[in-house]
């Protein structure tokens, strides 16, 4: 089982008031298996980037955790440091959200994406060899390769991270928002390549607020409601037969034009996710009574 989330919650420690959080995950459990991409799809806010971060134990401090983030049959809560490094990247790799505060402004994207691989021991002349190829592969004109991130358009410094997250061959990918600025024929592009890292046996973590992306590449999507499981389905039904009126909210509420950020949120009274220890203990009530959208 490559990537399995137990009954994972997370809170954030806000700062301010002495004691606030907010939770950002509520009890999910989740397995992604070999050769198999499970979306997860949910408005701005519902935690999808929490879990992808979690998934790659890079949570920030002010995250408390508890659950379960296995990889490989691993609880990665056991892991040091070091050893989650090892796993990072070579295991399991990401696309993050913004790619802006991914990117090294002072270095050549052949670099960059290569940089992994002389980490990892190869030597310079290879690992610049095979970033050059993967970046001609995510359709990177040649040339283009040397240079500096602000000279490349939104769409190609999406690849650029695309190829970052392949370069390593990892088994497991979790790819939080890798359509979110590119144009129709990219995207299509980008669904064929997470097609064909899925036919290789890879377990692929896709967040998207695309419904119509995480169809096409996904065979399970997961909606994430307010930090919680409201809809687990085959992607083939998510445009044809949501079962939850929230889906169903969710699909309308999707911009037909591409749009290069996240959903803005759908209809309703969201339970308050904010809490202070005094009236913890009654939050799931007030939860479980707002699901209903
Ligand atoms: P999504 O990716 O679905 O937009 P996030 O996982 O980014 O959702 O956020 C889930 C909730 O957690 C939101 O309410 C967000 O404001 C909050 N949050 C995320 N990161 C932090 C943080 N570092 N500190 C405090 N709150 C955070
Ligand atoms: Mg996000």
Redesign the pocket.
């Known amino acids: 089982m490559p990537l399995q989330f137990k009954n994972l919650n ?1 809170k ?3 700062s301010g008031a002495e004691g606030n959080t ?4 509520n009890n999910i459990s989740l397995k992604i298996n070999e050769g198999e991409c499970v979306s997860i799809v ?12 979690a998934s790659m134990k890079l ?2 401090q ?2 408390i955790m508890t659950g379960s983030v296995v990889i490989n049959g691993v609880d990665t809560s056991e892991l040091s440091s070091e050893e989650m490094r090892k796993i990072r990247w070579n295991e399991i790799s990401i696309v993050f ?1 913004n790619y802006g505060d991914v990117l090294n402004p002072v270095h050549k994207i052949i670099n960059q994406v290569a940089e992994p691989l002389i980490k990892n021991g190869e030597s310079r002349n290879a690992a610049l060899d095979k970033s050059g190829k993967m970046l001609d592969y995510m359709k990177i004109k040649t040339g283009r390769s040397m240079l500096y991130p602000h000279q490349l358009s939104a769409g190609e410094r999406q690849r650029v991270l695309m190829a970052m997250a392949l370069i390593t061959d990892p088994k497991m990918l979790v790819l ?1 928002e890798p359509v979110a600025s590119v144009d129709a024929i990219t995207k299509l592009y980008l669904a064929e390549v997470i097609r064909k890292q899925v036919n290789l046996g890879k377990a692929v973590l896709l ?1 998207t607020h695309d419904l119509s992306f995480a169809a096409l590449c996904s065979d399970y999507t997961v909606v ?1 409601y307010s ?1 919680n499981i409201l809809e687990s389905l085959p992607s083939e039904e998510l445009l044809d037969a949501p079962r939850h009126p929230y889906t169903r909210a969710l699909d309308r509420s999707f911009p037909v034009m591409e749009r290069a950020k ?1 959903l803005a949120g759908v209809r309703g009274a969201p339970p308050s ?1 904010t809490s202070t220890p005094k009236d913890a203990s009654s939050s799931q009530d007030v939860h479980n009574q707002s699901m209903s959208v």
């Not at 907010?22 to 995950?25: G, S």
């Open positions: 997370v954030y420690i806000l907010i939770t950002a995950l949910g408005e701005s806010g519902s935690g999808k980037t929490t879990l992808a971060l949570l920030s002010n995250a959200q939080d967040i994430l930090g996240d996710q």
